[in-house]
Every structure is written in C-alpha cells, then in structure tokens.
C-alpha cells in the first residue's frame, strides 16, 4: 500500500498543477490536433510558446513528426511544425488578430459603405472590410445597411422597391458631410473590383440572392478572399455553391456554437459582444474553428478590445479599426503578414479539416 503512496501523490500533484495552469485538457488538446491534422496522434509534451502554456501534440506523417502546438487556455493552434525539434520546418503559425472596419469603418470620419470608406480601410491597414449588401427592385446588388434610404442619401424610399438607376441617382455622401457631396452608393461589383487583392470583403447579407452575390464574387475573382454573414439557410446554400467563400455565421448563446459548426462546418463563428466569454472562445477553438468578435456600439472600447484580445479573439470587427490597429500594436497582437507563412493551411480553406460531432 505505502509503496503506491508516492507515485499516486505525485502524479495528484502533476494534474492539479496542470490544471492551474491551463484550461484546455490534454484529451481536448488531442481531438484539436486531430481536427487540423486528421490523424491520430502518437505522443505528447508540454512547453510555453509566447510565454503561454501549450501542449505539443506529436502526430505521424508519412516518415515525419507533426507538432501541434494547442494553446493551454484559449484553445487556439498557435503552430504547427514538423522535422527536427532544434531547427524545425515552420507549416502554420497564428499570424495575430484581424481588423474588420465596420460598414467600412464607421469612426474614420467617412460616409458608411462607400467606395471612399473601403479605401479609408485600405490606407489605416485593417485586413476586411463589412460590408452590408441588398437587392434592388430589378435584381442588383448594392451595398445598404437599412432597409431604406432614408438616413445615408438624400433620397427615401425601400431599397427593394427602387431600381438601381433610381438608387444611383441619390447622393450617399451630403448626410455626412459636404465634402462628400455626390457620392452614389455603390453596387457589391464596384466595392469587390476596389477591394480586390487589397483587403479582404466581408460580405453582412442583409437580403439578397445568393445566387446572383456568387455570381458577382466569382466575375471579379475574390471568392478566396471573401467572408460572408447571413441567414443559417442563405449560408448552408452558400457553402455549397461556394466552398471558397469563408462563412462567419452567428451564434447567440454557447449552446448555438456545436449545432452551428454541427450544420455548416464554418472557419469562423462570430460573437456579438454579449456573447464575448473566454469559455465560448475556448469551445470556438476546440471545435476547429476561429473566434470573429464583435465590439460595436457601446462595446467599442479599448477596453473590451484588450478583453477579447486576451480572450483569443482571432478577429475584432470595430467601428474605429484605427485605433484598434494601435492598441494591438502595442500589446504585440496585430495581425503580421510576415507570419503568415502556411497561406491558409487552417483554419481557413483546409478541405481536409475534420469537424467532429462531439
């Protein structure tokens, strides 16, 4: 009995250790690598990677070793290498948080969803821009955030009861300022055609044929760019049509994030602010996906900027992407086009990636 005492004692002491410095599990950390890697893993350790603790999954591969480095806490791969561990081959590392300008960026004092705002994003560096898109009454796309109007053009009047040539007439511009005097609303093709290898569209779909939206990515080329937001049912139609396109639909409560990944095997879940919890983040991870966070309204804050950034957020949409930009800067979380050796090896565009029903 005394013999077995010490041995039971220390491994006790093992796990609660371990279990203080992490909140991911071993076994959860597993099905992670099996996620991003679809294979079974044969070995693994623990290190700190970026002063975080991390498991390192060993994974077979042909004549080689896989390592995935599954973060302790959030959940996130933060890396994966293969070859010998003193000068490893670099596959995948996380390249740091992506900006998303909001309809543009509604904070960097330009009229919302206007050509004029896409660029704005373009020139402050955020990597997407929202975007809001419905259909005219003749079957066009164009990009409006309410159902009318009324409050961004000098016109008024249901956006599926005008034609575009109608809509083209309005001045989207005067309402914010004379300065922008005479800038029509645009069409998604003349937004696209602007972004195009420049920064990345994310496409909020308000009302609009799905169809005709990937007929119109494909015409200018960005299906390998785009992110799309929708209905559940315009987004399982999308991703058929449309596999390219990354899908970012919305989960209202924890309980919406299995059944969601479950129906669409999404790259990104998005979370209102409320739904902003390190737990859910967590779940977003451990599920193969990427946490999309939004802080509008009376959340876009730099506080709950720095919050979700140590959360795990993967992207943060925000009306003042400037200044969020600066933040992330300093805190060392900002998306770096230099790590971003892998292209897009996961999770973004990995067909491979195994989305297990648990």
Aim: glycine residues 8%; proline residues 4%; charged residues 25%.
């Amino acid at each position: 009995m005394i013999r077995f005492a010490l041995p039971f004692l220390i491994l006790f002491g093992f796990f609660q250790q371990s279990a203080a410095a992490a909140d991911v599990s071993l076994l959860q950390a597993i099905h992670v690598a099996e996620i991003y890697t679809t294979r079974a893993p044969s070995g693994h350790s623990t290190d700190t990677y970026n002063g975080a603790p991390h498991y390192v999954i060993e994974v077979p591969l042909d004549d080689d070793i896989q390592r995935v480095w599954v973060h302790g806490i959030n959940g996130r791969v933060s890396k994966i290498e293969s070859g010998n561990k003193a000068a490893p081959t670099l596959e995948y590392q996380w390249p740091g948080i992506k900006v998303v300008a909001h309809r543009g960026g509604v904070g960097l004092d330009v009229p919302e969803n206007t050509l004029i705002a896409m660029q704005k994003a373009i020139d402050i560096g955020a990597q997407l821009v929202e975007i809001d898109v419905r259909e005219t009454k003749d079957g066009h796309l164009i990009l409006m955030h309410d159902e009318t109007v009324d409050r961004t053009t000098n016109g008024s009047g249901r956006v599926d009861q005008m034609t575009l040539q109608e809509i083209k007439a309005l001045d989207a511009g005067s309402w914010y300022g004379e300065q922008f005097a005479g800038i029509a609303v645009p069409t998604l093709e003349e937004a696209l055609t602007l972004m195009k290898g420049k920064i990345s569209p994310d496409l909020d779909v308000k009302i609009a044929d799905v169809e005709k939206l990937v007929d119109i990515v494909n015409r200018v080329g960005v299906a390998g760019e785009s992110f799309y937001h929708g209905s559940m049912e315009d987004s399982s139609k999308l991703r058929n049509l449309a596999p390219d396109i990354f899908l970012r639909p919305s989960v209202r409560h924890s309980v919406d994030i299995h059944e969601t990944i479950r129906l669409l095997w999404p790259p990104l879940i998005n979370l209102n602010w409320h739904a902003v919890t390190e737990e859910n983040i967590r779940l977003i991870h451990l599920l193969g996906a990427q946490a999309f966070v939004n802080t509008l309204d009376t959340a876009d804050t730099l506080l709950n900027v720095e919050l979700a950034a140590a959360a795990g957020a993967d992207y943060i949409q925000t009306d003042f992407p400037d200044r969020v930009i600066a933040r992330l800067k300093e805190l060392g979380l900002m998306y770096d086009e230099s790590k971003d050796v892998s292209g897009r090896i996961h999770p973004l565009g990995n067909r491979q990636l195994r989305y297990p029903l648990r």
